[in-house]
């Protein structure tokens, strides 16, 4: 009697995730929109649905309406837990990331354009092939929450040790310099989480103008909370 009651509540548990799968599967594809070609949307779909199974064979609809409700944020963090588990961003290429991106803003002011891999290697005396596993490494961290963006570089402990309060204020602080245009692609980004393509349509800026913002409020928020 107790293992058909186990068998029958496992059977129900089971269509439940299978219920969700779609919706995993398309959480996963959006995700990999807005990363480079080396990340596998297969991977993240595993990740996400590995975390959806656990997720409903110990969910409890007594104190959670919503199945989705519940596990939709889970589901998301274990797929950018599985992204921080590879290590992208060493200490090296972390100071390799920084030089990049002054480099780059440096050849913008000067050409109006982004310079190619090839061009930054000669810039900054490195191999095409270090400047472009940099770039991936900093293109997979900008789909992290801003807390995790913050933490990226050798300022990152001193921001790990201030209040989320006190860090909520000073993103709220640094937004308001910028226009309501720019203020949107940060929401556009972080929040909608629009891919750069899709930003690009809806305001009619380069992708490349909004990546310069995008790093750009990241370094300022660093700056007002002292990092």
């Known amino acids: 009697m107790i293992s058909a009651y186990t068998q ?10 299978i219920q969700y799968l779609p919706a995993v599967k398309a959480m996963a594809f959006r995700l990999k ?30 104190l959670n309406d919503s199945f989705w409700g519940y596990a939709k ?5 274990a797929m950018l837990d599985y992204l921080r588990s590879l290590d992208v961003l060493s200490r090296a290429s972390r100071k390799l990331v920084k030089a990049i991106d002054y480099a780059i803003e440096e050849y913008r002011v000067e ?23 940099a770039r991936i490494a900093s293109t997979i961290y900008t789909v992290m929450p801003l807390q995790d963006q913050l933490q990226v570089g050798d300022e990152g402990s001193s921001i790990a040790n201030i209040e989320k309060e006190e860090l909520i204020n000073s993103i709220k ?30 305001l ?12 750009s409020v990241i370094h300022k928020i660093k700056e007002s909370v002292g990092a």
């Open 8 to 17: 029958d509540l496992k059977h129900k548990e089971d269509e439940l995730a």
């Open 33 to 62: 929109e807005r990363l480079p070609s080396s990340i596998d949307y297969m991977d993240l779909s595993a990740i996400g649905t590995e975390e959806l199974i656990k997720l409903a064979r110990r969910y409890d609809e007594s």
């Open 73 to 77: 944020k889970r589901v998301y963090g």
């Open 111 to 133: 050409k109006d354009e982004e310079p190619t891999d090839e061009e930054l290697a000669e810039i900054l005396d490195e191999s095409v092939e270090k400047i472009h596993e």
């Open 173 to 202: 602080t640094v937004l308001s310099q910028y226009s309501q245009r720019e203020q949107l692609i940060i929401q556009f980004y972080y929040f909608e989480e629009l891919t750069l393509k899709e930003i690009s349509e809806i």
């Open 204 to 215: 009619d800026i380069t992708e490349s103008r909004i990546s310069q913002i995008h790093k």
